[in-house]
T-cell receptor, first 116, second 114 residues
Framework: GAGVSQSPSNKVTEKGKDVELRCDPI?????LYWYRQSLGQGLEFLIY????????KSGLPSDRFSAERTGGSVSTLTIQRTQQEDSAVYLC??????????????FGPGTRLTVL | AQSVAQPEDQVNVAEGNPLTVKCTYS??????LFWYVQYPNRGLQFLLK??????LVKGSYGFEAEFNKSQTSFHLKKPSALVSDSALYFC????????????FGKGTRLSVIA
């Protein structure tokens, strides 16, 4: 079946502009995660959605970052007033039933964001 | 708070030789431990995980990892490396209870030389 998809694959923007990154999780997966991968920094957790529960936003680095998940499926990560330090690969992942039972996460290919 | 350390940024090994990619962790309570691999321009792929039971876990592509509670380690191993194993490897941990998302290490780049 189809895996996690993300769009766009690459995004170049100017400092100060807003960007939206999209994630389509695997059908039927109730949990969705956003991570940021910066060079030499590994994966940094941003936000986690599980079903209808309030999202865990503890990883969002500033109030310029926000995310929503509509209808329990597609998610959009929005970065307002982008800064050069926002340049990174943004990865989305989904899992069948959240974090219970040690279920693995399935990752999308990522969106490479470059802020000039 | 949990954390993962991958002490080697880069590991080089000759094709056919055994390989080890090191991982140590810190977590409250019992851990769930994972290894993921990232090939160039690709997303992360799940390799294997330790949840409970046998300390030696076998995963995809001939990889295995051994959970060592006393040393808080979960090193990734393969008896005979292939050039196609060259990639970026990430170790991740979360506590077995609660809803804390996975915490990843910074990754180790494995280069297998023919």
């Amino acid at each position: 079946g189809a895996g996690v998809s993300q769009s766009p694959s690459n995004k170049v923007t100017e400092k100060g502009k807003d960007v939206e990154l999209r994630c389509d999780p695997i059908s039927g997966h109730t949990a969705l995660y956003w991570y940021r991968q910066s060079l030499g920094q590994g994966l940094e957790f941003l936000i986690y959605f599980q079903g209808n529960s309030a999202p865990d936003k503890s990883g969002l680095p500033s109030d310029r970052f926000s995310a929503e998940r509509t209808g329990g499926s597609v998610s959009t990560l929005t970065i307002q007033r982008t800064q050069q330090e926002d340049s990174a690969v943004y990865l989305c992942a989904s899992s069948p039933q959240g974090l219970a039972g040690g279920r693995e996460q399935f990752f999308g290919p990522g969106t490479r964001l470059t802020v000039l | 708070a949990q954390s993962v350390a991958q002490p080697e940024d880069q590991v080089n090994v000759a094709e056919g030789n055994p390989l080890t990619v090191k991982c140590t962790y810190s977590v409250s309570g019992n851990p769930y431990l994972f290894w993921y691999v990232q090939y160039p321009n690709r997303g992360l792929q799940f390799l294997l995980k330790y949840i409970t039971g046998d300390n030696l876990v076998k995963g995809s592509y001939g990889f295995e990892a051994e959970f060592n509670k006393s040393q808080t380690s979960f090193h990734l191993k393969k008896p005979s490396a292939l050039v196609s194993d060259s990639a970026l490897y990430f170790c991740a941990v979360r506590p077995s209870s609660g809803n804390t998302p996975l915490v990843f290490g910074k990754g180790t780049r494995l280069s297998v030389i023919a």
